[in-house]
């Protein structure tokens, strides 16, 4: 039982360290102007943390098998990521990602450059990254784990459940989406996170 107060705290640290990515995708490699890539207000990108804890909790059987880990996180990342487009798209009408100008794509939801990245960084997670988080958690008193990891679950619960509420209103009345972008006009500063970040505020709509 004490494990979970565990994976609660990775699943949020793997959120974050995904958003921290992105970000520095969209400077960097993008060279855009600072936008928020998550989903949520804050700097979280769950399909990171669901990720990473199916990698460590399902794939480490494969941990002495370089190759067998490889392909397990290509495949599992792509369902992970092809399945979020979906229903997100289906759910708000919206993309936050497309690949359809790059090569071997799968309607646009996946495509073979990435799923390629996504199994190096399983690689990378589960022989590097994992075991020096692990190592550092260990340090910590377990009362204060499972303390700051219910803070932190609570917040992301919290941040979650308001995001899909505003934006299945959002995506099914041009009404709440007036309410919305006032609403996000006052709480965005708040986060630090300039206003525009939410795809799902552009005029931009995904394909039906």
Do not use: Q
């Not at 590097?128 to 340090?139: E, G, T």
């Not at 992301?156 to 959002?170: A, D, G, V």
Request: with cysteine; charged share 15%; aromatic share 18%.
């Amino acid at each position: 039982m004490d494990i979970i107060f565990v994976y609660l705290l990775l699943f949020m640290i793997y959120s974050i360290i995904g958003w921290i990515l992105e970000e520095l995708n969209t400077l960097i490699v993008l060279k855009t102007k600072f936008i928020n890539r998550g989903f949520l207000i804050g700097p979280y990108c769950p399909i990171y943390g669901y990720g990473s804890m199916f990698m460590i909790i399902f794939l480490d059987k494969y941990i002495h098998d370089p190759i067998a880990l490889f392909t397990m996180c290509f495949i599992s990342c792509g369902i992970l990521e092809y399945f979020t487009s979906l229903i997100m798209e289906k759910i708000f009408k919206t993309r936050w990602w497309d690949y359809s100008d790059k090569k071997f794509n799968i309607n646009g939801r996946i495509c073979l450059e990435t799923l390629i990245l996504f199994g190096l960084g399983g690689l990378i997670i589960m022989y590097l990254v994992n075991p020096f988080i692990m190592s550092i958690i260990s340090l910590i008193p377990f009362t204060v784990i499972k303390v700051l990891s219910l803070i932190l679950i609570s917040i992301y619960t919290s941040i979650k459940t308001s995001n899909f509420i505003f934006c299945f209103l959002l995506s099914s009345n041009d009404f709440w989406m007036v309410s919305l972008i006032a609403f996000r006009k006052v709480i965005y500063p708040l986060f630090f996170i300039p206003f525009k970040s939410a795809p799902y505020l552009s005029e931009t709509k995904a394909a039906a």
